[in-house]
């Protein structure tokens, strides 16, 4: 069998496993590359050399200063300033949106979110109406810049492999400004009104609480055998199906981890459990039951123990695992509440529920420490809870640093790799982040995604695949005009990238464009820009991006709704690009 059929089928397979979704992304590209060696495609030299690729060295540094900026609250606190003056729900939306268009063409677009989203639910009167718009501006204001999403930086990489110089930091933006401001315009005026009210989408973490039905209390009566043993035992004779969230003695709440208190005579109890779980510890504990739920959402936090709404995000440790399983409240000391997915909330044995991303959990925990925790744990909270404690330093430090990079690469001085590096060392020095938040600020998972893809898209390359189908894409529409062409192009990246992660769809199209530029003898440079435009396009599915993942169960949404609103922004993009393109980077 040929290598091109080799590496075909090994492509086809990547993409298949991509779109089915039960595996990480990260890990079916680390499958494939291992596949690819033992096949031979890849030569055993060129097997890790993915992950000292420039690309992948500039979105880790990335990912740092956009952790920084969101950790020191510079984008926060103005973001807060605008909103608060933004009354009206136009205007509301309209601060929002383009608060996250701006920043998302110099930061991660999950960054850009995660800042925003909580905004969002505070400020709006309807999320739902909100989120969605505001995951789609963070998409479009990735096109702004070179660092504004991966797929930029991939393809500016690619270019300066295949030319010899890459796509400068802003060599993106007269296409990408133009596109991003009409989508952000339909956004804000159109967009917003094609998605359905939602019953989800609420401003306050008690919300979630309501008609869960299955909080309870429960008396410790003098005799009971339950007298002098741990919060713990009930817990584990109950095999951990039954979570004890508070306690009231002597009229005094006691709340949080108090797995360790010993129960006395006349101990009130707060219990999480379904029906059949709670009877079997009343009637096993020797314990009286008093109310089923309605307990008063202020029974259940204090000053030192607060209740924060989250949702889980892709990748995240909480990801495809239970709340049990991670020992969310044997280890951490967190006790989960309430579980929505979709808008609806789950009933049932939540501590067993396997989670998924998106899903918007209820916890219960100590007001120090719980937001860095649940954010250690890979999810994002939905309200700003002003729980970390202030960083040392000026808050305009990393700003400032940020600027001063970005100044360097615009003025030539500093090739964007070495700049971008050169900032992150000057944060460490100046003590602005710690070295180990360095690597916490880090999602590997990407950073092993394109370390492994890359080597396959050199093996397209050099395995003649990318020139077969570009020849058989060329003679398939032999009598279409260039700009034609080049609209399909854009077309069939929008589609690769709705269906599996949009960093894997640059490394894919990037060389079937320049296959694609060479068969026809004119410039690489506007089919590359077609698919940097293209990659950043998730806007069909809730899957084709991480932030369309995020916003889907805090907003209410359906599959469908992301057509509803993202198909006229797909095609007004699609509409858009290819005479900008041909404009601003002619043939």
Request: overall charge neutral; some cysteine.
């Amino acid at each position: 069998m040929s290598q091109a059929v080799l590496v075909s089928l090994l492509l086809l397979g990547t993409l298949a496993l991509f779109m089915w979704g039960r595996w990480r992304h990260d890990v079916v590209a680390f499958f494939a590359l291992v596949v690819a060696l033992l096949l031979g495609v890849v030569p055993i030299d060129q097997a890790f050399v993915g992950f000292s690729h420039p690309a992948v060295v500039t979105v880790a540094l990335v990912l740092v200063l956009s952790w920084t900026l969101d950790a020191t609250g510079v984008i926060e606190g103005l973001a807060r300033r605008l909103a608060t003056v933004a009354q009206t729900r136009f205007a509301n939306l309209a601060v929002l949106t383009g608060i996250g268009t701006a920043i998302s063409g110099f930061m991660n677009n999950v960054g850009a979110l995660a800042v925003l989203m909580p905004l969002a639910m505070r400020t709006a009167r309807e999320p739902s109406r909100v989120l969605m718009p505001l995951s789609f501006a963070t998409l479009l204001g990735g096109m702004l810049t070179e660092i504004g999403t991966p797929p930029n930086i991939i393809i500016a990489a690619y270019r300066r492999e295949t030319t010899g110089e890459a796509f400068h930091l802003f060599d993106f933006t007269p296409v990408g400004a133009v596109v991003a401001l009409v989508g952000l315009i339909y956004l804000v005026t159109v967009g917003w009104r094609l998605i359905p009210k939602r019953r989800h989408g609420t401003k306050q973490p008690v919300a979630l609480l309501k008609g869960v039905g299955y909080i309870s209390e429960v008396l410790v009566p003098g005799g009971s055998k339950s007298i002098g043993k741990p919060v713990r035992l009930l817990e584990r004779a109950q095999n951990n199906e039954t979570i004890v969230v508070g306690m009231i003695r002597n009229n005094q709440h006691l709340l949080g981890n108090i797995r360790s208190e010993i129960l006395e005579e006349g101990d009130l109890l707060i219990v999480r459990a379904e029906q059949s779980a709670l009877l079997t510890l009343v009637n096993s504990a020797e314990l009286e039951f008093l109310a089923d739920a309605h307990i008063p959402p202020d029974s259940l936090g204090s000053e030192d123990v607060v209740l924060m709404e989250v949702v889980v995000r892709p990748r995240g440790r909480l990801e495809r695992r239970t709340a049990r399983n991670v020992g969310l409240h044997r280890l951490y000391g967190i006790n989960l509440l309430a579980i929505a997915r979709h808008g609806a909330r789950i009933k049932g044995r939540i501590g067993h529920t396997v989670l998924m991303a998106g899903d918007v959990l209820l916890v219960q925990g100590e007001k120090e420490g719980l937001q860095d925790t649940m954010m250690a744990l890979g999810c994002l909270p939905l309200a700003q809870q002003n729980l970390r404690p202030p960083r040392a330093g000026p808050r305009w430090l990393s700003g400032a640093i940020f600027a001063l990079a970005i100044l360097s690469v615009m003025f030539g001085i500093l090739a964007i790799e070495v700049a971008l590096a050169v900032a992150v060392l000057a944060l460490v020095v100046l003590k602005v982040i710690q070295a180990r938040e360095v690597y916490e600020a880090i999602d590997w998972s990407v950073v092993v995604l394109l370390g492994a893809l890359i080597p396959l898209g050199t093996a397209l390359e050099s395995s003649g695949v990318t020139i077969m189908l570009s020849e058989g894409l060329l003679s398939l529409t032999d009598n279409l005009p260039l700009w034609m062409l080049l609209g399909l192009l854009v077309a069939l990246t929008m589609v690769l990238t709705n269906l599996i992660n949009n960093a894997a769809t640059a490394v894919v199209m990037g060389p079937f464009a320049v296959a694609m530029a060479h068969g026809l003898g004119v410039s690489i440079d506007p089919f590359l820009m077609a698919v940097a435009i293209g990659a950043s396009c998730a806007f069909l599915t809730p899957f084709g991006h991480q932030n369309n993942v995020l916003v889907m169960s805090a907003g209410g949404y359906r599959f469908g709704d992301y057509w509803r609103i993202g198909l006229p922004l797909q095609l007004l993009a699609l509409v858009l690009a290819v005479p900008l393109i041909l404009l601003f980077w002619p043939l």
